[in-house]
């Protein structure tokens, strides 16, 4: 089975500043991973993912991560945050084969950007 | 591309009612998936369906079932609900091809009182 650990539940930051939001997993198989960014009432969208290939995965408004196989972390990063970069964000992974589209979700990282 | 459609966006029921959510996979996606999400538990998946059959089902109790139609649009059918139940109910749907992400909807909130 996998599972997704998101060590940090709330991150509070000020605009501007750098973010790191942390992921690591655990699987016996190779996985894809996925970070989505959830907004108040909202579903959930993709900022990046990693399939294969280059370990720094650039995605969408700024985000970037970095897949570290060695140390089972996805970890995600922003050089500058905006206050509209609050938001609550998943780590997934999905099974390379066999798992069909069934993603395991990590509890989420609440990020809280202040002026 | 129109993307992924959730109906109702809410609705609040009874306990022991029963409740029916339906999605509209994004077109020519055949592969949809259903996720709970609660403050205690977090996203939890429930069942993948692709071309009408359940390929994948979380460990959810048999008060949870689904189903998908022919032109891939999908029902969740929760039965004798619990205060338990509710939750935000997501759906995602994807292409199915080894790159592929999912796409999810905005998801129904269902509030059980």
């Known amino acids: 089975a996998q599972s997704v650990t998101q060590l940090d539940s709330q991150v509070p930051v000020f605009e501007e500043a750098p973010v790191e939001l942390r992921c690591n997993y655990s699987?016996?198989?190779?996985?894809?991973l996925f970070w989505y960014v959830q907004y108040p009432n909202q579903g959930l969208q993709l900022l990046l993912k990693?399939?294969?290939?280059?370990?720094l995965v650039k995605g969408i408004n700024g985000f970037e991560a970095e897949f570290n196989k060695s140390q089972t972390s996805f970890h995600l990063r922003k050089p500058s945050v905006h206050i509209s970069d609050t938001a609550e964000y998943f780590c997934a992974v999905r099974i390379l084969t066999g798992g069909g589209n069934k993603l395991t979700f990590g509890t989420g990282t609440q990020l809280k950007v202040e002026l | 591309k129109a993307g992924v459609t959730q109906t109702p966006r809410y609705l609040i029921k009874t306990r022991g009612q029963q409740v029916t959510l339906s999605c509209s996979p994004i077109?020519?996606?055949?592969?949809v998936s259903w996720y709970q999400q609660t403050p205690g538990q977090g996203l939890q998946f429930l069942f993948e369906?692709?071309?009408?059959?359940?390929?994948n089902k979380g460990n959810f109790p048999g008060r949870f079932s689904g189903r998908q139609f022919s032109n891939s649009r999908s029902e969740m059918n929760v039965s004798t609900l619990e205060l338990g139940d509710s939750a935000l109910y997501l759906c995602?749907?994807?292409?199915?091809?080894?790159?592929?992400?999912?796409?999810f909807g905005q998801g129904t909130r269902l509030t059980v009182v």
């Open positions: 990693y399939l294969s290939g280059s370990t």
């Open positions: 699987s016996s198989v190779s996985v894809y």
């Open positions: 995602a749907s994807s292409a199915d091809t080894p790159n592929t992400e999912a796409f």
């Open positions: 077109s020519g996606h055949r592969s």
């Open positions: 369906y692709f071309s009408e059959t359940q390929r």
